[in-house]
């Protein structure tokens, strides 16, 4: 294990410290779940991050970055919270980033405003947590762009006049669910009934929550899951408790239908209708070169998916940062070159909100369908630059 | 009226589908503690071990699934000698804690290994057609896999109880159980005994490992940390070397534990903690454990 780290660190550091060294060096700490059954969200993390350093890294005239890889091990906060520490008070990093899990990100939060150490949120979509800290920006998603719209599509365009939400016990599965209700009744539907489904450490039996959704008959089931394992376990248990063919339309975020794992989901997954801020299918020219750039850079077998976008685009902002942060990069210059940022992003363009710090994107809706033997995922909609409705309708944390 | 008898069926028909599992894999445990007094913790490791061969011989090389789990049976059984052989043997006589460290190790070891060989990521296998589906009950569809789990451990258990009462050697794993000294004197090899009967438990949970793939979200690492309180409970709450303890524990613990999570989602997982809290309280000795 121990060895293990080392030889990431050595390698991320060798592939991260080019260029000449006249200028600053600039030392980011990268925290994410790079260890257990979790691993493969910081892998695509890395990836992501590691995809755009490579491409741009001549961008930086003469200042250097020092990647500094850091496992967060588990979504409990602990451990992430530790190693941040570390991070400001031994390797004395500039800036913060990665943070797969809400509540790590929440971990961190009282860390940085004490030691004004900047951070650039690559994942944790829980909506209050930029209000927790001045000193976080977030680049991926918050779960009530997804959960709103979701809520109000499928009360208008699927049909659904109940709809019951089902949700991995933690923050942002109680943030995601909310955001749907809350999207789904404005829009005249009823949610019947709320359910948590275990905590997210580990992969639960889906199949009580399932049989309990199913036997109260609602026209669609909302559900959120953690991207990663949990989403497959999902899609099978919906497949085996014949639940499409009872009349219950599955629904939910896009990190039910993640990019890497949609393979693995067989025909359970055909019909299944998402919204997300990115999916590896979209048809636009920008994507398009990131999943060829992808492709070429980590196997033909190999797919981006939101956590690797979210990678991708953390570390842009971090590229902005450093270009437009002269001398010593502090919390408050990097919050001030940040907000209102723009980026042609594979996902569409996307802003810091200047308000927030919180990011302001397109929202797709997909459904998944097949193509030959391969799962595809359909754009079937689109919103343009949503901002966090937790946010706007002041909603209990979101409020402050 | 209607929706009290489905729910009703909903939660004993999946419920005794995991009480099912519950007890192919907790039996074996049950009797090596019983028998011998050694606390196994590795257990689950065996039971996940079935699972991947299970998923190897099924999945990658495209044997039928109930000859795999066949198979799982016989290589876990086999691996579980050599172990048995190599480093429980000497460990017998050592105070509990020593057997507890070795055994957590083994988890450890076990789980890298796994790692190691089938990577972190849980893995699923295709169940053949004739396990896919439903049953027409008349008044409700209920999974066909989750019947099958019902008729295989309801069989397991027949067999073990035939096997225990009515056989030689059933016979002599009683009489070490209640009296190893007496048995040892009476010129049974306990030791043979125990071989053989920690082989068939360790068999048995490589049975439920390979059952448990498809309802469990997949067989994964981290299975044989996972799942060790669930059948420690179930052994602690049946009694210590009792088939017939084990194997009501399993079913009151199983149809508990779902019908916690479908009644009451928020605070479900908890329910079968109390119960076992109470079961304990009341009888520390297990339901069948003898005082």
Same mark, same amino acid.
């Given at each position: 294990?121990? =060895?293990?780290?080392?030889?990431?660190?050595?390698?991320?550091?060798?592939?991260?410290?080019?260029?000449?060294?006249?200028?600053?060096?600039?030392?980011?700490?990268?925290?994410?779940?790079?260890?257990?059954?979790?691993?493969?969200?910081?892998?695509?993390?890395?990836?992501?991050?590691?995809?755009? +350093?490579?491409?741009?890294?001549?961008?930086?005239?003469?200042?250097? #970055?020092?990647?500094?890889?850091?496992?967060? %091990?588990?979504?409990?906060?602990?451990? @992430?919270?530790?190693?941040?520490?570390? =991070?400001?008070?031994?390797?004395?990093?500039?800036?913060?980033?990665?943070?797969?899990?809400?509540?790590?990100?929440?971990?961190?939060?009282? =860390?940085?405003?004490?030691?004004?150490?900047?951070?650039?949120?690559?994942?944790?979509?829980?909506?209050?947590?930029?209000?927790?800290?001045?000193?976080?920006?977030?680049?991926?998603?918050?779960?009530?762009?997804?959960?709103?719209?979701?809520?109000?599509?499928?009360?208008?365009? =699927?049909?659904?006049?109940?709809? #019951?939400?089902?949700?991995?016990?933690?923050?942002?599965?109680?943030?995601?669910?909310?955001?749907?209700?809350?999207?789904?009744?404005?829009?005249?539907?009823?949610?019947?009934?709320?359910?948590?489904?275990?905590?997210?450490?580990?992969?639960?039996?889906?199949?009580?929550?399932?049989?309990?959704?199913?036997?109260?008959?609602?026209?669609?089931?909302?559900?959120?899951?953690?991207?990663?394992?949990?989403?497959?376990?999902?899609?099978?248990?919906?497949?085996?408790?014949?639940?499409?063919?009872?009349?219950? %339309?599955? #629904?939910?975020?896009?990190?039910?239908?993640?990019?890497?794992?949609?393979?693995?989901?067989?025909?359970?997954?055909?019909?299944?209708?998402?919204?997300? +801020?990115?999916?590896?299918?979209?048809?636009?020219?920008?994507?398009? @070169?990131?999943?060829?750039?992808?492709?070429?850079?980590?196997?033909?077998?190999?797919?981006?998916?939101?956590?690797?976008?979210?990678?991708?685009?953390?570390?842009?902002?971090?590229?902005?940062?450093?270009?437009?942060?002269?001398?010593?990069?502090?919390?408050?210059?990097?919050?001030?070159?940040?907000?209102?940022?723009?980026?042609?992003?594979?996902?569409?363009?996307?802003?810091?909100?200047?308000?927030?710090?919180?990011?302001?994107?397109?929202?797709? #809706?997909?459904?998944?369908?097949?193509?030959?033997?391969?799962?595809?995922?359909?754009?079937?909609?689109?919103?343009?630059?949503?901002?966090?409705?937790?946010?706007?309708?002041?909603?209990?944390?979101?409020?402050? | $009226?209607?929706?009290?008898?489905?729910?009703?069926?909903?939660?004993?028909?999946?419920?005794?589908? &995991?009480?099912?599992?519950?007890?192919?894999?907790?039996?074996?445990?049950?009797?090596?503690?019983?028998?011998?007094?050694?606390?196994?913790?590795?257990?689950?490791?065996?039971?996940?071990?079935?699972?991947?061969?299970?998923?190897?011989?099924?999945?990658?090389?495209?044997?039928? /699934?109930?000859?795999?789990?066949?198979?799982?049976?016989?290589?876990?059984?086999?691996?579980?000698?050599?172990?048995?052989?190599?480093?429980?043997?000497?460990?017998?006589?050592?105070?509990?804690?020593?057997?507890?460290? $070795?055994?957590?190790?083994?988890?450890?070891?076990? !789980?890298?290994?796994?790692? /190691?060989?089938?990577?972190?990521?849980?893995?699923?296998?295709?169940?053949?057609?004739?396990?896919?589906?439903?049953?027409?009950?008349?008044?409700?569809?209920?999974?066909?896999?989750?019947?099958?789990? !019902?008729?295989?451990?309801?069989?397991?258990? !027949?067999?073990? /109880?035939?096997?225990?009462?009515?056989?030689?050697?059933?016979?002599?794993?009683?009489?070490?159980?209640?009296?190893?000294?007496?048995?040892?004197?009476?010129?049974?090899?306990?030791?043979?005994?125990?071989?053989?009967?920690?082989?068939?438990?360790?068999?048995?949970?490589?049975?439920?490992?390979?059952?448990? !793939?498809?309802?469990?979200?997949?067989?994964?690492?981290?299975?044989?940390?996972? &799942?060790?309180?669930?059948?420690?409970?179930?052994?602690?709450?049946?009694?210590?070397?009792?088939?017939?303890?084990?194997?009501?524990?399993?079913?009151?613990?199983?149809?508990?534990?779902?019908?916690?999570? &479908?009644?009451?989602?928020?605070?479900?997982?908890?329910?079968? &903690?109390?119960?076992?809290?109470?079961?304990?309280?009341?009888?520390?000795?297990?339901? /069948?454990?003898?005082?």
């Amino acid at each position: 294990m121990k =060895l293990w780290k080392t030889a990431l660190l050595g390698a991320g550091a060798v592939a991260l410290a080019t260029g000449s060294a006249q200028a600053r060096e600039i030392k980011v700490g990268f925290v994410a779940t790079f260890s257990g059954g979790l691993a493969n969200l910081g892998e695509q993390m890395r990836r992501g991050a590691e995809l755009y +350093h490579n491409l741009h890294k001549g961008d930086l005239k003469g200042d250097t #970055i020092k990647v500094i890889f850091r496992d967060s %091990k588990n979504p409990g906060g602990a451990v @992430a919270k530790s190693v941040v520490q570390e =991070l400001i008070t031994r390797d004395k990093v500039d800036i913060v980033t990665g943070l797969v899990f809400s509540p790590n990100a929440m971990s961190v939060a009282p =860390l940085v405003t004490q030691a004004k150490v900047p951070v650039v949120i690559m994942n944790a979509g829980t909506s209050f947590i930029t209000n927790m800290s001045p000193n976080l920006a977030r680049v991926s998603f918050t779960m009530w762009q997804s959960g709103y719209i979701m809520g109000e599509h499928a009360a208008k365009n =699927l049909n659904c006049k109940t709809a #019951i939400a089902g949700f991995t016990n933690y923050p942002p599965g109680k943030d995601s669910a909310n955001a749907f209700k809350n999207g789904f009744e404005k829009a005249g539907g009823k949610v019947v009934d709320l359910i948590p489904m275990g905590g997210p450490a580990k992969v639960p039996d889906f199949t009580p929550f399932f049989q309990r959704a199913k036997d109260k008959k609602p026209d669609c089931f909302y559900v959120f899951v953690p991207a990663g394992n949990h989403a497959s376990a999902v899609v099978k248990a919906y497949g085996q408790l014949g639940m499409k063919a009872a009349g219950v %339309k599955l #629904i939910g975020p896009g990190d039910i239908t993640q990019d890497t794992q949609l393979q693995g989901m067989g025909d359970a997954a055909v019909g299944l209708v998402t919204a997300h +801020h990115y999916y590896a299918d979209l048809n636009t020219p920008t994507n398009k @070169a990131f999943v060829a750039a992808w492709k070429k850079a980590y196997g033909a077998d190999t797919t981006p998916d939101f956590v690797g976008v979210g990678g991708y685009d953390g570390m842009a902002a971090i590229y902005h940062v450093i270009k437009s942060v002269k001398g010593k990069i502090t919390a408050e210059k990097a919050m001030a070159a940040l907000k209102g940022w723009t980026f042609e992003s594979p996902r569409g363009k996307i802003m810091i909100d200047p308000a927030t710090r919180d990011i302001v994107q397109n929202v797709y #809706i997909m459904e998944v369908g097949m193509d030959g033997k391969r799962l595809v995922q359909n754009q079937k909609g689109v919103f343009n630059a949503v901002k966090d409705k937790c946010k706007e309708l002041k909603i209990g944390r979101c409020g402050k | $009226m209607d929706a009290f008898v489905n729910a009703l069926t909903t939660i004993l028909v999946f419920g005794l589908a &995991y009480a099912m599992l519950l007890f192919i894999i907790s039996v074996g445990l049950s009797i090596t503690m019983g028998l011998m007094g050694f606390v196994n913790l590795a257990h689950g490791s065996f039971a996940m071990v079935g699972g991947y061969v299970t998923v190897t011989t099924a999945g990658d090389w495209g044997v039928p /699934f109930i000859p795999s789990l066949l198979i799982a049976f016989v290589v876990v059984g086999l691996l579980s000698v050599l172990f048995e052989r190599l480093l429980y043997a000497r460990l017998y006589k050592a105070p509990e804690l020593d057997q507890v460290l $070795m055994t957590i190790g083994l988890v450890f070891v076990s !789980i890298a290994a796994v790692t /190691f060989v089938w990577g972190a990521d849980p893995l699923n296998i295709q169940i053949p057609d004739f396990l896919r589906g439903n049953v027409d009950l008349g008044f409700k569809l209920i999974p066909t896999y989750r019947a099958f789990m !019902i008729v295989i451990g309801a069989l397991i258990a !027949i067999l073990l /109880f035939y096997g225990l009462e009515r056989t030689r050697v059933g016979a002599q794993v009683r009489a070490a159980v209640d009296n190893r000294r007496m048995a040892e004197s009476m010129g049974i090899n306990t030791g043979r005994l125990f071989t053989l009967v920690f082989a068939l438990g360790s068999g048995m949970a490589a049975i439920g490992g390979g059952l448990g !793939i498809q309802i469990l979200g997949g067989v994964k690492p981290t299975f044989a940390f996972e &799942y060790l309180v669930v059948f420690l409970i179930v052994v602690a709450v049946g009694g210590l070397g009792n088939i017939r303890g084990t194997f009501f524990a399993a079913l009151i613990l199983g149809v508990l534990d779902f019908a916690g999570k &479908y009644l009451l989602p928020e605070g479900g997982a908890f329910f079968i &903690y109390a119960v076992t809290l109470i079961v304990l309280l009341w009888r520390p000795q297990g339901l /069948f454990g003898k005082a």
